[in-house]
């Protein structure tokens, strides 16, 4: 990995194939630019496929691989390579915006945490309140193309920060953070 990354790593999901993606708050890997994700080799070489551009504007808190092997990146962020986008993104293999995934004005606080169901559905949890002007405190379900699954009722949310979300094999979800109430 030669000097590895100048500043903290948050994420890192690793493709079948070996590669392994990785976001932070970084700006650099082994001396290249890498504005907060990265995509590397197996053993440690920078992916060049992967082309982010100027990258995101702030930091990368949770990346995860779709089945179609496409990427949900959700941080702190507001723009992506000079594109706005508020905390969540999809992006494809080679970099570039997945524009079938419309995330509107997204998210108005951080994303911490990004589970992808076996049905396509994404579960999100972070720091925010709201997402496209509709009310989601820290937690809310997505469909695969970035609207609102409305069949994912959670009351009031959590009263504090989610910093991570997993799926039991029985599909019930485990939340993790700063809150001490949920739904009131």
């Known amino acids: 990995i030669g000097d590895g990354f100048n500043d903290t790593v948050y994420a890192i999901a690793v493709k079948d194939d070996g590669q392994i993606w990785v976001g932070g708050q970084f700006t650099t890997y082994n001396g290249q630019t890498a504005s907060k994700i990265i995509l590397l080799n197996a053993d440690g070489s920078i992916d060049t496929n992967f082309v982010s551009g100027t990258g995101f504007n702030d930091t990368c808190f949770t990346i995860k691989i779709n089945y179609d092997n496409k990427l949900f990146v959700g941080g702190l962020f507001t723009s992506y390579n000079g594109i706005t986008t508020n905390s969540i993104i999809r992006l494809n293999t080679d970099g570039s915006v997945d524009t079938s995934f419309v995330y509107g004005t997204g998210f ?3 994303v911490r945490s990004i589970v ?4 396509n559905k994404i579960l999100v949890g972070g720091e925010f309140t709201n997402y496209n002007g509709t009310s989601a405190n820290r937690i809310i379900r997505l469909n695969s193309d970035g609207t609102i699954d409305t069949s994912f009722t959670v009351g009031t949310g959590f009263n504090f920060q989610v910093y991570s979300i997993e799926l039991q094999s029985d599909g019930k979800i ?10 009131g």
């Open 116 to 119: 992808v169901q076996s049905d």
């Open 174 to 183: 485990l939340a993790a953070g700063l809150f001490n109430t949920y739904s």
């Open 108 to 110: 108005n606080g951080a």
